[in-house]
Antibody, heavy 119, light 110 residues
């Protein structure tokens, strides 16, 4: 069955970086792109960016340009999202989600990773 | 890039119907057929319930339906059940490999 399993919770200090992983299984990894979305406490979903698992090409939300890097490792069927220069505003649950073929909807989601930024 | 506009909350009694709106622009909601809706219960990951404006994934009850008029998409839920109480969020493709989400709507089943 299709699964996206994310890495565990993180606690970081302001100014630090965090790298969250998303391991895919149960399907042909390179056939599906992945997006990253975050959700601050009590807030809605916020799209961060998209990565092609086949080519490694990326598209980032303007808000995160220069501060986020998404990468893919086809040998381990894992996608990574690194966010740098963290502030308390980056405290959120970060989700990866698979992009369905032929569309832009997200049919499978990871369980979420809580990143807490606190001094 | 501003979020798509949704009402913060809606409510209805069991058995009733509710509709949630999602307003964007001609560059996102109104510009492409890639509008989707997600249901999210507290502490859980979002679940896809509508895609491509009005299509339902396998397993999603037909009580859930989607539509669009101009730059506004709608999610309608009929025959409300207690388990429908959740947050609902719309999402639209905005061109150039970008997506936009709505701010989310909390549905309360009275």
């Amino acid at each position: 069955q299709v699964q996206l399993v994310q890495s565990g919770p993180e606690v970081k200090k302001p100014g630090a970086s965090v790298k969250v992983s998303c391991k895919a299984s149960g399907y042909t990894f390179t056939n599906y792109a992945v997006i990253w979305v975050r959700q601050a406490p009590g807030q809605g979903l916020e799209w961060m960016g998209w990565i092609s698992t086949q080519r490694g090409s990326t598209s980032y939300a303007q808000k995160f340009q220069g501060r986020v890097t998404m990468t893919t490792d086809t040998s381990t069927t894992t996608v990574y999202m690194e966010l740098r220069s963290l502030t308390s505003d980056d405290t959120a649950v970060y989700y990866c989600a698979r992009v369905a073929i032929g569309g832009w909807h997200n049919d499978y989601w990871g369980q979420g990773t809580l990143v807490t930024v606190s001094s | 890039q501003s979020a798509l506009t949704q009402p913060r909350s809606v409510s209805g009694s069991p058995g009733q119907s509710v509709t949630i709106s999602c307003t964007g622009t001609s560059s996102d909601v109104g510009g492409y057929n890639s509008v989707s809706w997600y249901q999210q219960h507290p502490g859980k990951a979002p679940k896809l319930i509508i895609y491509d404006v009005n299509k339902r994934p396998s397993g999603v009850p037909d009580r859930f339906s989607g539509s669009r008029s101009g730059n506004t998409a709608y999610l309608a839920i009929s025959g409300l059940q207690a388990e429908d109480e959740a947050d609902y969020c719309c999402c639209a493709f905005a061109g150039s490999y970008t997506l936009m989400f709505g701010g989310g709507t909390k549905l309360t089943v009275l």
